[in-house]
């Protein structure tokens, strides 16, 4: 399995130059936890958290998935969520999507893909909700819209999580974020539109 042997032999070398770069590197991060951010975003390889916003290990709190979807019935997110908000205590909730995303194209096509399809229907919902103003773009334009309407239905979504709500009535100081990162420059562009101005019920 050379591919594997490659990623251990990777290791070996960043974990090398880490330390001589910084000695206490290693042991600083073994001690301690305390990210100010969590970033919820896709699974695709060509968006990693920490490189594309130049952060080290231990400064971002990750959780990935397809078309970085934050659904109220996904407990994997939901605790991800909760863990950071009330144990880490982050002060920011970063929802970032990116233009071409391979979900959010796959949930505008009709081609039948298995099990994700059940997932993807949450996508489906978002282009069928928007359905006016996405016919009347390009394809091209329109997976890129959708792309963005997914980010920001996502945000909405963390705002209404009982998790956020919770913190929010307790005083703490949370900021959701909705981002958009592009493949094609390497830049992020922050969305703001009014689905973010929901207000937490008391």
């Known amino acids: 399995m050379p591919e594997i042997k490659k990623l251990l032999d990777n290791n070996i070398r960043w974990a090398k130059a880490t330390h001589e770069q910084d000695p206490e590197f290693f042991e600083k991060l073994s001690t301690q936890q305390s990210p100010v951010y969590l970033w919820i975003g896709c699974s695709d390889s060509r968006v990693p958290a920490n490189q594309i916003v130049d952060l080290l290990p231990g400064d971002i709190f990750v959780h990935r998935n397809v078309a970085n979807l934050v659904i109220h019935t996904d407990f994997n997110c939901l605790s991800v969520l909760q863990y950071a908000i009330d144990v880490l205590q982050v002060k920011h909730v970063i929802v970032c999507g990116h233009y071409g995303c391979g979900g959010v194209e796959a949930a505008l096509g009709s081609q039948k893909l298995g099990l994700i399809?059940?997932?993807?229907?949450?996508?489906?919902?978002?282009?069928?909700?928007?359905?006016?103003?996405?016919?009347?773009?390009?394809?091209?334009?329109?997976?890129?819209?959708?792309?963005?309407?997914?980010?920001?239905?996502q945000a909405q979504n963390v705002q209404r999580t009982s998790v956020y709500q919770d913190a929010i009535a307790r005083g703490q100081d949370v900021k959701i974020h909705a981002w958009i990162y592009s493949l094609n420059n390497g830049e992020i562009k922050t969305l703001k539109e009014p689905e973010l101005s929901i207000q937490p019920s008391a």
């Open 117 to 153: 399809d059940n997932w993807l229907l949450h996508i489906k919902d978002i282009a069928s909700e928007h359905a006016e103003q996405l016919n009347a773009l390009s394809e091209a334009d329109k997976l890129s819209r959708l792309c963005e309407l997914n980010v920001l239905q």
